[in-house]
């Protein structure tokens, strides 16, 4: 939990009172590999922060699924549109390794906000940093090439991209396996 605490206070100074409060709503959650956060089609409740483990979020196809996201430690992880419009999720959230997490309700989150004084301002500082990862990756697409795609995402976690299979890499940059083998092979 200190790792959370922590990353509160990058973000504002957080009270003791206020950082009592938001703790007492926190609930500690061990997941095995491949378990699943959120279905396809179930509506997100939970708002969780990574201390340990790596988080993949996909749209399931029937061939091969859409990987659009990872999330790693000490970053937080939810299905943020259908958390915040309470509508069923368009896609799956799964571990990709052993992972440790620490959750709150939505409903606790909304109470977190009203009864504490930097409540508001880290809620909003996250929307601010999702909407920036959201808006990175959406112009990565747009102006980058596949092999530029996957150097960006290898510079910035080499050692934790070891852990991700080369399918999952391979649909985040928007490429075949075979296609992102052979970028590989160029790049070495």
Known sequence: MNEIRR?????????????????????????????????????????????????????????????????FENEFVTGYDSFLTQDPSEYQIETLTETILWKISREDLQEVY??????????????????????????????????ERYLDLFSDRPKLLQQIPLKYIASYIGVTPQALSRIRKRIT
């Open 7 to 71: 990353f509160i206070e990058n973000i504002t100074p957080m009270n003791n009172s206020d950082w009592q409060f938001f703790s007492s709503k926190l609930q500690e959650v061990k997941l095995k590999k491949h378990s699943i956060l959120l279905n396809f089609g179930e509506i997100e409740n939970h708002l969780s922060f990574i201390t340990k483990g790596i988080v993949r979020l996909y749209v399931p196809r029937e061939e091969f699924d859409l990987t659009f996201g990872f999330l």
């Open 114 to 147: 009203e009864k504490t004084n930097c409540g508001n301002i880290i809620g909003r500082k996250m929307a601010e940093n999702m909407f920036l990862i959201k808006s990175k990756r959406e112009l990565s697409l747009l102006s980058k090439t596949a092999e």
